[in-house]
């Protein structure tokens, strides 16, 4: 089973870019899809985005445009680029790997005004 670690979070401004990375171990990451989850103090975990296998993709309606998740199967690495940030947006982000039923322990990202 693969094991998942974020990184990448931090406190950035309104309107701001930040790179999460999910960094994972073991055999099977390249029989995985991988999710984004975010999660804000006192709410349900919602889903972010999705990588395929294959490469393909897909969005929650609230980042499609401002959010790309990405992956690099030679790193065993999930990237979610993120630019156009709200204050709404400050969450516990967390990759998901879907074969796997895999979580990660999450990564913190603040946006400020």
């Known amino acids: 089973q693969v094991q998942l670690v974020e990184s990448g979070g931090g406190l950035v401004q309104v309107g701001g870019s930040l790179r999460l990375s999910c960094a994972a171990s073991?055999?099977?990451?390249?029989?995985?899809?991988f999710q984004w989850y975010r999660q804000a103090p006192g709410k349900q975990r919602d889903w972010v985005a999705t990588?395929?296998?294959?490469?393909?993709?897909t969005y929650a309606d609230s980042v499609k445009g401002r959010f790309t998740i990405s992956r690099d199967n030679a790193k065993n690495t999930v990237y979610l680029q993120m630019s156009s940030l709200k204050p709404g947006e400050t969450a516990v982000y967390y990759c998901?790997?879907?074969?796997?039923?895999?979580w990660g322990q999450g990564t913190q990202v603040t946006v400020s005004s």
């Open positions: 073991g055999s099977t990451f390249s029989i995985n899809a």
């Open positions: 998901y790997a879907v074969q796997d039923a895999s």
């Open positions: 990588i395929g296998r294959s490469g393909s993709t």
